[in-house]
């Protein structure tokens, strides 16, 4: 299976600029620059007694010990057909990802209800994605033709699956799933890394669904939580499900 993944340029990332959103910070020493803040913040701290609410991450701790055989026979039958049909290298052409990111990014549109970026808009943040030099941008190609992307990085320890994107038309090969696979297969070869996370739980069930597949569970951190009391109504009222979710308010 491993052939079929390109890792020649993966390593244990650590940037200055990117931040460990996994590192305890003492809320004694966390009072950011107002105007750098206005919104507020939050992070995690070592013990819950420092802080007033928890934030709640789907994660694999010990991605050392992952294999295809330990996944369910479902998992495994959409990595195997996905190999066989897909080629997963890491994305180093700009200009393509620019234009054949662009569709797969409207046609992951179609299946998430998310404010939409323009070409403009979208080729600005996908050249800052591809030249930062932590990211590691992996491809789905089908007979060369890019059918699904994801961005992803490690800071320190732990290793961050950012964003995914991915055509519908080519579903029934599972681009997403061996995508998944194949990053947690690069930071299970890397002794460097010792969690991988993907995103906050979600209020889709159907999504953390997908990732438990792979491994990821629900891991809950006590953490500090700041808004700034004149935005919270707002917040709470403009963005519900984003708002439960930062404030750790799910529905079991």
């Known amino acids: 299976m491993q052939k079929y993944i390109d890792i020649s340029s993966t390593r244990a990332y650590a940037s200055e600029t990117q931040v460990n959103t996994l590192k305890p910070i003492n809320p004694i020493e966390s009072n950011p620059k107002f105007w750098l803040s206005w919104g507020g913040y939050y992070h995690i701290v070592s013990d819950k007694s420092l802080g007033n609410g928890t934030i709640v991450v789907n994660e694999i701790n010990d991605p050392s010990g992952f294999s295809l055989n330990n996944l369910t026979k479902g998992t495994r039958y959409e990595i195997r057909k996905g190999l066989a049909n897909l080629e997963i290298r890491q994305i180093k052409n700009l200009e393509r990802l620019v234009s054949e990111g662009y569709q797969l990014y409207l046609s992951w549109l179609t299946r998430n209800p998310f404010k939409k970026m323009s070409a403009g808009e979208f080729r600005t943040w996908i050249i800052k994605m591809f030249h930062h030099p932590y990211n590691l941008l992996l491809g789905a190609f089908y007979e060369n033709q890019l059918v699904a992307f994801v961005?992803?990085?490690?800071?320190?320890?732990?290793?961050?699956?950012?964003?995914?994107?991915?055509?519908?038309?080519?579903?029934?090969?599972?681009?997403?799933?061996?995508?998944?696979?194949?990053?947690?297969?690069i930071c299970a070869q890397n002794k460097a890394i010792k969690k991988i996370t993907n995103g906050f739980r979600s209020q889709k069930p159907s999504l953390d669904k997908f990732k438990s597949k792979f491994g990821y569970r629900y891991i809950t951190y006590p953490a500090?939580?700041?808004?700034?009391?004149?935005?919270?109504?707002?917040?709470?009222?403009?963005?519900?499900?984003?708002y439960k979710r930062l404030m750790g308010q799910y529905q079991e």
């Open 151 to 185: 961005i992803a990085d490690a800071i320190e320890n732990v290793g961050y699956f950012r964003y995914s994107y991915s055509h519908s038309a080519f579903n029934n090969f599972f681009p997403q799933s061996v995508l998944s696979y194949a990053y947690i297969t």
């Open 224 to 242: 500090i939580i700041k808004l700034n009391p004149m935005l919270q109504p707002i917040i709470k009222l403009l963005m519900p499900v984003e």
